[in-house]
């Protein structure tokens, strides 16, 4: 027998070097990875890498899924979008920060869509609601969100997303065709954005 929960808080101890927020660590050792990524790449889950999650699509390694969560600060209650759903992994995470019941999460593949619906329940996360579309239109219907972030690359921030974002709240993405940086914005009371540079990261192109 694997012993997952072993497996997994090894993993969250190991981020500790490069993420300070406990409750993002406490977050990373309560998800089961394994549970969202395909069977015959279970045996990968707790090491710190992205994996392949069928339509060509990426999972974040773990490390990307705890800095965003850390650079985007989330507090319980805080009401979030997420634009590519992909496995459901980073929304549980997301999950476990503000409350499955204010996660909301946009995915373009309906197949990837389906199977995240499926895990997340399976997993106790049931509450994330999950909608099939073009993240770049946001989901307007739970608008205005605290925090928006993208976990696709984007030439820059979609203006629907930066509209139905509060002011003082934060946007995160990756920003780049080609060469990305992972860019975290305020917006400010006049609807412009506030950025601030994260470093070089690489993810899935926004379809
Ligand atoms: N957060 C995901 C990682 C997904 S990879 C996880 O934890 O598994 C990026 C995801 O963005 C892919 O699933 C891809 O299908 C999705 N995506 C790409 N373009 C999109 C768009 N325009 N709208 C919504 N989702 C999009």
């Known amino acids: 027998m694997v012993d997952w929960d072993r497996q997994r808080s090894r993993l969250s101890d190991r981020l ?4 300070a927020d406990e409750d993002v660590l406490a977050a990373i050792a309560s998800v089961p990875r394994h549970q969202f990524v395909p069977d015959d790449k279970r045996h990968d889950a707790y090491a710190d890498r992205p994996l392949p999650i069928g339509s060509g699509q990426t999972i974040s390694a773990p490390h990307m899924v705890a800095i965003m969560a850390e650079v985007l600060d989330l507090s319980p209650g805080d009401r979030v979008l997420e634009v590519g759903t992909g496995c459901g992994y980073h929304a549980a995470v997301t999950a476990e920060l503000v409350g499955p019941e204010n996660v909301h999460s946009v995915e373009y593949h309906a197949s990837l869509a389906d199977d995240a619906r499926e ?5 106790g996360y049931g509450d994330i609601s999950v909608r099939v579309g073009d993240g770049k239109e946001g989901w307007p219907e739970h608008a205005p969100y605290d925090r928006t972030y993208l976990t696709c690359a984007a030439p820059e921030f979609p203006a629907p997303l930066v509209e139905q974002t509060r002011d003082d709240g934060v946007l995160l993405a990756p920003i780049g065709d080609g060469q990305q940086r992972l860019i975290r914005a ?10 601030e540079d994260h470093g070089g990261v690489r993810f899935v192109p926004l379809q």
């Open 119 to 123: 895990t997340l329940e399976a997993t």
């Open 16 to 19: 500790r070097e490069r993420v």
């Open 186 to 195: 305020e917006k400010q009371a006049d609807g412009t954005l506030d950025s």
